[in-house]
């Protein structure tokens, strides 16, 4: 019941931007309920990011977003009494989900001393170029569902 009232539920954009996507983002950074804090890291990731790329801020959090999103994922099934891995494409919502998750995890697992905010704009800085930690996870999971496309025949 959770996932359908989630669904019809429109997120309300972020004051800055204007932006659904980056409101959503806030909400994830954000621990302990304390979002002027989460605000605050997400708007300076940002702003730096797109310094760096010499993009729009919306622009450049998109191009890392595309970049990280995985197209395919693998699922457990069972069949007969083995597990099988069996790759199935990724619905959209979804996708964004991996992607935020991914990109955050990235940043608080390699802060190595810096600011929060100074790590998030450099794994999403890293994610327009392709490269990083998240980036690598997609690609992780993608050649994961290729070596088990021969179990696609069991797909869901």
């Known amino acids: 019941m959770r996932g359908k009232q989630a669904k019809n ?3 309300k954009p972020d004051f800055k931007f ?3 996507m980056v409101a959503k983002f806030i909400n994830y950074v954000m621990l302990d309920g304390k979002k002027s804090v989460a605000e605050t890291n997400v708007y300076k990731a940002l702003e730096k990011l797109s310094v760096n790329t010499k993009l729009k801020p ?3 959090f998109d191009k890392a977003l595309e970049n990280i999103k995985p197209k ?8 007969g009494g083995a597990n099988y891995q069996v790759p ?4 959209e ?5 991996l992607a935020l998750h991914w990109i955050i995890n990235a940043a608080r697992a390699n802060r190595g001393g810096r600011e929060f905010a100074e790590s998030l704009a ?3 800085f890293l994610a327009t170029k ?4 998240a980036f690598k996870k997609r690609e992780d999971t993608h050649k994961m569902a290729e070596a088990n496309k021969a179990f696609s025949h069991l797909g869901w």
Request: charged fraction near 30%; proline fraction near 9%.
């Open 93 to 97: 919502g979804r996708q964004l989900t």
């Open 18 to 20: 204007n932006s659904p």
């Open 88 to 91: 199935v494409p990724v619905a």
């Open 122 to 124: 450099q794994e999403l």
């Open 72 to 79: 395919i994922e693998v699922r457990s099934r069972r069949v």
């Open 9 to 11: 539920r429109p997120i």
């Open 58 to 60: 919306i622009e450049a």
């Open 130 to 133: 392709k490269e990083g930690t």
